[in-house]
């Protein structure tokens, strides 16, 4: 059966690039085997994380992040049983917010920055879907 995730986190401190191309290169070692597929986004102190794949799989990887040291204030925002994958084609693609016109942001929340706490889980995955219809997705791989 097939799930998805969608969890939101802070981060205890602001992380550097090098940090963030470490997750995604862990993310696409590890994700493939497991069957997991996704996508990260990341901006100020927040991530934002959809994983999909088996319900077994993706509880494993989320129980894993929740202890991770880089997140804390770990909140799951959508859990559901799912018919198909939306991220089949990314074993971890990343938003890169910086190329995100504010205004896609401001449609969806009060302010024009990304923060899934105060959007729910419906509203984020309806935020994601745009960004991936703008093309604001890089690394597919």
Same mark, same amino acid.
């Given at each position: ?6 969890? =939101?986190?802070?981060?205890p ?6 940090? *963030?191309?470490?997750i &995604?290169?862990?993310? /696409?070692?590890? @994700? ?33 992040? =929740? ?10 925002? *959508?859990?559901?049983? &799912?018919?198909?994958? /939306?991220?089949? @084609? ?40 745009e ?11």
């Open positions: 059966m097939l799930v998805r995730l969608l969890y =939101a986190s802070r981060t401190k602001e992380i550097d690039n090098t940090v *963030l191309d470490s &995604i290169s862990q993310s /696409r070692t590890h @994700n493939p085997p497991a069957g997991v597929t996704g996508i990260l986004c990341y901006s100020g102190n927040i991530f934002m994380q959809v994983l999909e794949g088996n319900r077994r799989e993706v509880s494993k990887l989320y129980n894993r992040i =929740a202890v991770d040291s880089r997140h804390s204030n770990v909140e799951i925002l *959508l859990f559901e049983d &799912i018919t198909e994958r /939306r991220f089949s @084609n990314w074993t971890m693609g990343q938003v890169n917010l910086g190329k995100v016109n504010p205004s896609i942001l401001l449609k969806y929340s009060e302010r024009p920055v990304l923060d899934p706490f105060t959007l729910g889980g419906k509203v984020s995955m309806a935020l994601l879907e960004l991936m219809a703008t093309a604001a997705i890089v690394a597919k791989v």
